[in-house]
């Protein structure tokens, strides 16, 4: 009923930040819960981040070590993704996703319903 679209990935050196977008349409995300997750290849999705309807709350996962916020403009249906102090083990494609309701775990990608395509983060030199 959502749909997403990530943008702002890109090449990054070792310490740098960068920033992503998740654009939604179709209908307002303010009904959603909104997650990122990342994948490499070969190795299996992680949860990265994710926000409450109002984005008052957010979750992060151990794997980004405080470094990366996420945040949930409602009125420009919009999710950020502010990575900050990236590593080279960050270098992954990363997905926005959307959950109209969290049963049990807002870590698990199997709660999330409509994924966008991703975008690449490459962390390197």
């Known amino acids: 009923q959502v749909q997403l679209v990530e943008s702002g990935g890109g090449l990054v050196q070792p310490g740098g930040s960068l920033g992503l977008s998740c654009a939604a349409s179709g209908r307002t995300i303010s009904v959603y819960n909104i997650g990122w997750f990342r994948q490499a290849p070969g190795k299996e999705r992680e949860f990265v981040a994710a926000s409450s309807r109002s984005g008052n709350i957010r979750f992060y996962g151990d794997i980004v070590k405080g470094r990366f916020t996420i945040s949930k403009d409602n009125a420009q249906n919009t999710v950020y993704l502010q990575m900050n102090s990236l590593k080279p083990e960050d270098t992954a494609v990363y997905y926005c996703?959307?959950?109209?309701?969290?049963?049990?775990?807002?870590?698990?990608?199997?709660?999330?319903?409509?994924w966008g395509p991703g975008t690449q983060v490459t962390v390197s030199s």
């Open positions: 996703a959307a959950s109209e309701t969290i049963r049990t775990n807002v870590r698990s990608d199997y709660e999330y319903d409509y």
